[in-house]
């Protein structure tokens, strides 16, 4: 019979991308595994037709910590070879199994979320987060932009924005998007490109300004299909421009350029991962804050320009 190994990972998108490179370390480290994942509804799509898993279980968060007791009635039957936990709950600890790594706060060194992760499952490089389309991804992302790119004035470059945080204070006006948009439709660097912006159902307010400025060249992928198909409208894009949020780091995890912007949060730790990634934040000493309403046009379209000056290759 083959390993059992049980991933218990997190239920944003955004940390569960960081930890993403933790399944192909499994499969190193248990060789044949099948691999069960258990992680917030949202991102479970990431894992579907990721290596070596044979299920998800979405975690809907219920009062009194009803969701771990469904899944430890979900576990309880399997001999696990191996349980991964990082959100560091007892659960690892009630379930049979012949080893555990478990996070704890004692990990929390300093180190970027991604070297953290790594250390913990004991790896001894970086583990690259990785995003794990699938054709019915690319088909559900080209069936949303594909018309939308024949409808406008030519193919162009695709620029994709995420004018969407979940967090108080992560976002960056919607009204400045808008004027982002404006800015870079002057640029000659920017001649013929689309401007896309991707984000959930209840997104629609913050990229509203962005795509009404945008007119004709604008590409709508704002609650259009479920995080693994925002992804591949993503990897459609030349460059990523986003508030610090899940997307940013799907973006980055795909390789595409990505410029994520920061307020009142620790952009050297949580910043996007990989070298072709940046970032602009209110206050750019580390350690120091600001508001990101500090953030001004003038400042993310000089790191825009940047960011397409670095990487782009048209």
Not at 73 to 92: H, K, Q
Not at 163 to 168: S, V
Not at 177 to 204: I, K
Not at 231 to 236: G, L, Q, S
């Amino acid at each position: 019979m083959a390993p059992q190994v049980l991933f218990v990972t997190s239920n944003r998108i955004g940390d569960c991308v960081i930890s993403s490179g933790v399944i192909r370390e499994i499969a190193r480290r248990v060789p044949g595994a099948q691999i069960t994942v258990a992680c917030g509804r949202p991102p479970a799509p990431f894992f579907r037709s990721a290596p070596g898993v044979v299920r998800v279980i979405p975690l809907d968060k219920r009062k009194l910590a009803g969701h771990w007791l469904d899944l430890w009635r979900e576990a309880r039957n399997t001999r696990w070879e191996l349980v991964v936990d990082i959100r560091g709950s007892a659960l690892a600890w009630l379930l049979p199994a012949r080893r555990r790594v478990v996070y704890s706060r004692r990990w929390e060194t300093g180190q970027r979320k991604v070297e953290m992760v790594s250390a913990l499952m004991g790896a001894t490089t970086p583990l690259d987060p990785e995003i794990f389309l699938d054709d019915r991804a690319r088909a559900e992302a080209a069936a949303v932009i594909d018309p939308q790119l024949a409808a406008g004035p030519g193919p162009g470059p695709i620029l994709a924005l995420a004018p969407i945080a979940h967090q108080p204070g992560k976002s960056w006006p919607a009204d400045r998007w808008g004027e982002l948009v404006a800015r870079l439709q002057a640029e000659p660097r920017f001649a013929g490109w689309r401007f896309m912006p991707v984000g959930g159902p209840g997104d629609r307010p913050p990229a509203t300004p962005a795509l009404e400025t945008a007119g004709a060249q604008g590409i709508d992928f704002v609650g259009k299909g479920d995080i693994l198909a925002s992804a591949a409208a993503i990897d459609r894009a030349a460059l990523f421009v986003g508030n610090d949020s899940g997307l940013m780091h799907v973006a980055a995890a795909l390789g595409r350029p990505t410029l994520g912007l920061f307020g009142p949060t620790e952009w050297w730790l949580y910043g996007p991962w990989g070298p072709r990634t940046d970032t602009v934040a209110s206050n750019e000493t580390r350690g120091r804050f600001a508001p990101i309403d500090d953030l001004t046009v003038d400042h993310v379209r000089a790191a825009v320009l940047r960011l397409h000056d670095r990487h782009f290759r048209g």
